[in-house]
């Protein structure tokens, strides 16, 4: 009873701090016997590897540059280039920013730079 009464002592305090724990080990040892064996009292110990679970905040970047004969088509294709990149690694992404810059117009080719910027949580 001492051994259960530990492990769940340490879940109530890692639940309470929104963490899980992991390696858990339990022992318990006795501590008093009462006269003529009447009860039996032990202290039970959990001790384990506690830490915050998921989600947790995480800044994401990406650059992507991308190419056309239409300008806005180049412009729009490298900013969701670099969107999707930071999609891909991450969820529930906000506080969105996107800069594009133009670094190529030459013999009718356009060619923009994006980078995207997001906190997201995993």
Known sequence: MAKLVASEGLTIQADQAGETCTNVSVTATLVWIAPGGAAYVYQGTARG???????????????????STNASAAFNSSRQLAQNDILAAGINCTNWVVQSHLISASGGWFVYDSSAYAVCTN
Not at 60 to 65: E, I, L, M, N, Y
């Open 49 to 67: 590897f506690c830490a915050v679970t998921p989600p947790f905040t995480v800044y994401r970047t990406s650059t992507r540059q991308a190419g």
